[in-house]
């Protein structure tokens, strides 16, 4: 069975830095791309970027270019959504998703809350 | 970017009745390959997106067969054929012909009348 596990919700104050994750199981993890997706509060979907964990080729947004930092560790089968220093704007649901062409299996979603 | 619009944003439906979603993009989702990449979604309230079509006519696994898609180019259309009351939620489009890494329709939230 396929499974994205994301990280669990967080509260951080503005200027911190976040990393939160997605591992995937039931697939060969290396072999799709693994997409981060933002939703704000009660707000639609918006593609952040993609990455493919075999060879960490990365493709962001043009939006979401230069404000956050999308990895992969292959052998963990874990992907990762970073901030160096988080804005009250970041207030959001984040969902990771497997893709391939389309997005056909998502994590479980990582609230992240950003208040002084 | 291509942009994706969908029509109605909001939609009220009768249990048993149809209900119809429009999804429009800005640029062709036909690619040379020969495949058309749109797919849709529907996001029930506090729950992750689920997959129900895949290049515009495909059902994804698990998915009922009242929900079917059509289109070509730039005009794609999702309907549910007996709306039942699972089915409330928010449907998105969503391309991925063109990246990073595609983008979505805005959303149209179904409602049970």
């Known amino acids: 069975e396929v499974q994205l596990v994301q990280s669990g919700a967080e509260v951080k104050k503005p200027g911190e830095s976040l990393k939160i994750s997605c591992k995937g199981s039931?697939?060969?993890?290396?072999?799709?791309?693994i997409g981060w997706v933002r939703q704000m509060p009660g707000k639609g979907l918006e593609w952040m970027g993609i990455i493919y964990p075999s060879d960490s080729d990365t493709k962001y947004s043009p939006s979401f270019q230069g404000q956050v930092t999308i990895s992969a560790d292959e052998s963990v089968n874990t992907a990762y959504l970073q901030w160096s220093s988080l804005k009250a704007s970041d207030t959001a649901m984040y969902y990771c998703?497997?893709?391939?062409?389309?997005?056909?299996?998502w994590g479980q979603g990582t609230l992240v809350t950003v208040s002084s | 970017d291509i942009v994706m619009t969908q029509t109605p944003l909001s939609l009220s439906v009768t249990p048993g009745q149809p209900a119809s979603i429009s999804c429009k993009s800005s640029?062709?989702?036909?690619?040379?390959?020969?495949?058309?990449?749109l797919y849709w979604y529907l996001q029930k309230s506090g729950q992750s997106p689920q997959l129900l079509i895949y290049e515009v006519s495909n059902r994804f696994s698990g998915v009922p067969d009242r929900f079917s898609g059509s289109g070509s180019g730039t005009d794609f259309t999702l309907k549910i054929s007996r709306v039942e009351a699972e089915d409330v939620g928010v449907y998105y489009c969503?391309?991925?012909?063109?990246?990073?890494?595609?983008?979505f329709g805005q959303g149209t939230k179904v409602e049970i009348k």
């Open positions: 998703a497997r893709r391939r062409g389309s997005a056909d299996y």
């Open positions: 039931g697939y060969n993890f290396a072999s799709y791309w």
């Open positions: 969503m391309q991925s012909i063109q990246l990073p890494p595609g983008t």
């Open positions: 640029q062709s989702l036909l690619h040379s390959d020969g495949k058309t990449y």
